[in-house]
């Protein structure tokens, strides 16, 4: 059996196709998988376990029905949904995984990361990173009124906006150098991440050191899976 890995779905009520390609996703292709990884961004805001939007029930749902039938989904914060929390994990019997976590995957030593703090040299984002990366900080915003995230996060989703306009495309993307620092870190010759929305596999050589990193696709137009088994990997598009 494979195991499947996807990130970046940006699920959101203005989007009902994605939602439903998800759902149908979770009822077909991941109840044939001995596990599922979503790497980061299953949404594209989370105020909150709270969250009282119907289509995010649904969402729920789907997940909860996916591991009743026996495919485990592990979900890793992303820069979008970094308040996921205990009460969503319980309610869908996901399990949270830390950013980054190192498995074996079929033999490999292998670092899942949500891909952001790969991006070193857009310093703002890493320093609005370190602040909702806070406990205290995501504390104070969970204690507001629902009505207060929600419009807090559309907020943030056009400023974020309006931010990534100006910056030149290069300044967004992983730094080879810190790829390559994380990768001996943690002694891995394969990094799977997503977050840049640039599906591609890169060789990188450097100094004797070889590694392969898989930056996963997004689910804007079409949805990108990375199907790994035995063999090997490969990338399907549903």
């Not at 001995?34 to 969402?59: H, K, M, N, R, V």
């Not at 890493?126 to 104070?140: F, G, T």
């Not at 640039?198 to 990375?226: C, K, N, P, Y």
Request: charged content about 25%; overall charge negative; aromatic content about 8%.
């Amino acid at each position: 059996m494979a195991i499947l890995f996807i990130s970046d779905l940006h699920l959101h009520p203005s989007r009902p196709a994605s939602i439903e390609r998800f759902i149908d996703f979770l009822e077909t292709h991941a109840r044939e998988a001995q596990a599922l990884y979503i790497l980061g961004d299953l949404f594209e805001s989370w105020i909150g376990d709270d969250d009282p939007e119907p289509s995010y029930t649904q969402i729920r749902t789907g997940l909860e029905r996916c591991v009743r039938a026996g495919t485990p989904v592990y979900i890793m914060h992303g820069n979008r949904d970094f308040l996921l929390g205990a009460t969503f994990a319980a309610e869908t019997g996901c399990t949270l995984i830390a950013d980054p976590t190192r498995l074996d995957l079929f033999g490999t030593p292998t670092l899942l990361m949500h891909g952001d703090s790969l991006c070193t040299d857009d310093a703002e984002y890493q320093s609005l990173r370190i602040r909702l990366r806070d406990p205290a900080w995501q504390q104070q915003a969970l204690a507001l009124p629902v009505s207060d995230r929600l419009e807090l996060a559309s907020e943030a989703r056009e400023l974020s906006t309006l931010s990534n306009q100006s910056k030149d495309a290069a300044i967004m993307d992983v730094n080879t150098e810190e790829v390559l620092r994380v990768m001996r870190q943690y002694d891995v010759n394969l990094l799977i991440h997503g977050h840049t929305h640039r599906q591609a596999i890169h060789t990188l050589t450097e100094q004797g050191f070889s590694a392969t990193r898989i930056d996963l696709g997004d689910w804007f137009q079409t949805a990108s899976v990375l199907v790994v088994d035995e063999r090997g990997w490969r990338t399907e598009t549903l």
